[in-house]
């Protein structure tokens, strides 16, 4: 199969059916399939699902230097003029921070981590590095809520990502509760693919981070998938880790609650997976939404990550 090929057309301005995914879902095969920490119990959930689900993966103290650091973020007034964080269209007040492994060091060590590495390497069967990474925050009574989509069908059209061979990590900072505007899965919709129909105007990541309108899947296809799959939402307190594949749907609900809800993403992608022209894009998106220029495998070897996780290896 030669690289040029679009196994997945999207936003050709026509209407096209959805179709079944032409790559696996777990990557490691045969003996390999056991090969790191998951069981062969959660690689089938993660097959059947598309997400794996960690209640209290880490402790509340583990995770309450990383919603500290984001609080600061907030107040620096430089880093809220930069491209690389987008305000809530509403409020104006602070939506998502890309590029997180770029700012922090405290985050770029957490993406290196052996217990979350682990898992992804084994899931991916190959060596790894961040595609992604990004900060979701919902202040109480204001935070946004984001349209249903898969991550793959914006990263295949515009990014250039070839194969459903990348997956997202999500850490929760703070509780996730079913007021303040939980992610929201379709179970199942990962084995489909859903191409979208409008066109990606130039420069669309400018409006599309803040209310995505291209690449929203067609209502007929997400009842289709709801009905086939149900819809869930993974609730649980601070520490709590979504694992969830590249293709599965999801969405989530506006916070109408006092509580605010911040969660951390990292997003693997395969090194073998490494980006193209976009299939579905006029130019790529910005380095900090796609990483292009260093995709060097990431390792488990950093000092800061051994000392992490002393004593939690058995957790997960």
């Keep these: 199969m030669t690289a040029n090929v679009d196994l997945y057309p999207t936003r050709t301005g026509s209407p096209q ?8 879902v777990v990557h490691a095969r045969n003996q390999r399939r056991w090969e790191g920490p ?13 997400f794996l689900w960690f209640e209290g993966f880490f402790s509340m103290d583990r995770v309450t230097p990383f919603f ?9 007034a430089s880093l809220m003029q930069s491209d690389s964080v987008i305000a809530d269209p509403d409020t104006g007040e602070l939506r998502s921070v ?15 981590d052996p217990r979350i590495l682990g ?30 989509h898969s991550d793959f069908e914006t990263w295949h059209a515009e990014d250039g990502m070839p194969r459903m061979r990348a997956l997202s990590a999500s850490l929760m900072l703070t509780d996730n509760n079913e007021f303040n505007g939980p992610l929201m899965l379709m179970p199942g919709s990962h084995q489909y693919f859903v191409p979208c129909i409008q066109q990606t105007p130039e420069q669309n990541w400018q409006s599309s981070l803040k209310t995505q309108q291209v690449g929203v899947p067609d209502q007929q296809s997400l009842q289709q998938l709801a009905d086939r799959g149900g819809i869930q939402a993974p609730k649980g307190p601070a520490g709590s880790l979504l694992l969830f594949e590249c293709n599965t749907l999801h ?8 509580w605010p809800r911040s969660n951390l993403f990292f997003v693997y992608n395969s090194v073998d997976n490494a980006l193209e022209a976009p299939h579905g894009a006029q130019a790529p998106r910005p380095e900090f939404l796609a990483t ?17 996780a002393v004593g939690q290896a058995t957790a997960a």
Aim: charged share 35%; hydrophobic share 30%; aromatic share 8%.
């Design 292 to 308: 292009r220029e260093d995709i060097r495998p990431l390792d488990m070897e950093d000092p800061w990550e051994a000392r992490s």
């Design 251 to 258: 969405a989530s609900n506006k916070n109408l609650s006092p």
């Design 98 to 112: 890309f590029n997180m492994h770029r700012i922090s060091e405290r985050f770029d060590a957490l993406t290196r």
């Design 38 to 50: 998951l069981s062969e119990e959660a690689l089938s959930r993660y097959e059947r699902d598309g």
């Design 17 to 24: 059916t959805m179709s079944p995914r032409l790559d696996p």
């Design 68 to 76: 500290d650091e984001l609080k600061s973020l907030a107040r620096d």
């Design 119 to 148: 898992m992804v390497r084994q899931l991916l069967g190959s060596d790894v590095y961040i595609h992604q990474s990004r900060i979701n925050d919902k202040f109480g009574f204001q935070g946004n809520g984001f349209n249903w």
